[in-house]
């Protein structure tokens, strides 16, 4: 099983960037994917998920109404459109797989993670 998040890249302020991630020995569509950040000195957060099933969706309100998670089963990949950046999503960015159906934003809930891809918001 392995998890590939691409796409990050240096872009300024109020900037867009769409991170995708695609999967070798692992179906995105039969399981819950979730994005997540770790920025300089900070935890990791869950920022969106979306579900397997009824493609139900999670934000961290830190980035409600700018991210926009989203699928597509025939390229097995998911996708994350970020809109509005802001310095303080600077974070390296990783996708990971449940295992499950449901969507969690707890990073222990998920089994498969890929290597991560570096966002970085100039002011």
């Known amino acids: 099983v392995q998890l590939q998040a691409f796409g990050g890249c240096l872009v300024q302020s109020g900037g867009f960037l769409r991170l995708s991630c695609t999967a070798s020995?692992?179906?995105?569509?039969?399981?819950?994917i979730g994005w997540f950040r770790q920025g300089p000195g900070k935890e990791r957060e869950g920022v969106s998920c979306?579900?397997?099933?009824?493609?139900?969706?999670y934000y961290s309100d830190s980035v409600k109404g700018r991210f926009t998670i989203s699928r597509d089963n025939a390229k097995n990949s998911v996708y994350l459109q970020m809109n509005s950046l802001k310095p303080e999503d600077t974070a390296v960015y990783y996708c990971?797989?449940?295992?499950?159906?449901?969507?969690?934003?707890?990073?222990?809930?998920?089994?498969?993670w890929g290597q991560g891809t570096e966002v970085t918001v100039s002011s």
């Open positions: 990971a797989g449940r295992g499950a159906s449901v969507i969690t934003r707890a990073p222990n809930a998920y089994n498969y």
């Open positions: 020995g692992f179906t995105l569509e039969l399981n819950a």
């Open positions: 979306i579900s397997a099933t009824d493609g139900s969706t």
